[in-house]
């Protein structure tokens, strides 16, 4: 029998996401309570419910794609009783296997990533955090990294669903690891964005050309993917946004989100992440600054003392 996936939140991630569902041949019904985010989605292919609950109807496989934590628990509580009681009436405990699945893919805080996955086990359905890299272009071309979180039975029936959505779908361990992975990630991401745009900066004071560093530190230990596959410098690699004004990529608002989320858990943990603070400290000015909608990269401008604003 065909999966049926309940698709909620179809914003810039989640539209192309479950398009790619659809494409790949499950039965993708999605929701989002934006009319026009709604429409976008179904001129990409995807089947639109009025309400979670419509998506959700018949549904073995609910996927969410949403903001923050918040929205996240608010719709799971919202579907999990129902789903519940609808697909297993009171006859013994030990079908978990024939539970619904439940997988967040939105980038979230461990701990609302916890109650969630708290939630799902009490109610008898399986659930996956499976926050993605690869930002709107990997949604659309079905090239998303997953990270995931929940036990290894939970992961081993999310997987086939995720590769309709992704090229790399990797298990990081129990509930909340693969948040905990997504944002020890775009920590070092966020930090090496920031050197790598000091290192031009100060090149160019130096009057070392962009060439020329880039050539050393590209084949040097200064390498990184920030340098080689994104630099913040214009013109030296093919799919940087600053070759295009900065335009998104990844918006600076995004990534001040995941290095906030990062010095949360590190504060939970009581883990010492200095660069990590400083990073956020520095985007949460670049962004305060008017470009939270700028690509990430562009903090280069603000380092070079040039912002628009
Ligand atoms: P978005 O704002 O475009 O989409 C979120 C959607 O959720 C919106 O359309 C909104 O209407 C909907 N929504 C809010 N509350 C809802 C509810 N109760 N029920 C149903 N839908 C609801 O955001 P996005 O860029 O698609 O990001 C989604 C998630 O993915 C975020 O957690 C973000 O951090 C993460 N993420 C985004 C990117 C990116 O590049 N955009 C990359 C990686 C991860």
Redesign the pocket.
Known sequence: MMTRIAF????????PMAANLARAGYDARG????AA?RDSAEEAGVKVAAS?REAMAGADVVI?????GA?VL??WS?LLPHEVSKGRPSQGTDDATEGALFID????DIDSARRAHDMARVAGARSVDA??????T??KAGT?TFMCGGDAAAFAAAKPILEAMGKTVLYCGGPGLGQAA?ICNNMMLGVAMIVTSEAFVLAEKLGLSHQALFDVASVSSGQSWSLTSYCPAAGLTPASPANNGYK????AA?ML??LRLAQEAAAGVGASTPLGAMAAQLYALYVASGEGGSDFSGVIEMIRGKLRN
């Open positions: 909620i939140g179809l914003g810039n991630m989640g539209g929701f989002d309570p934006l985010v979670a969410t794609m949403l903001p923050a929205h608010s719709v919202d893919c939105s980038t979230i926050p993605v890299s690869g930002g709107v990997g949604a998303l997504k998104p990529g990844f918006m995004l989100k995941d």
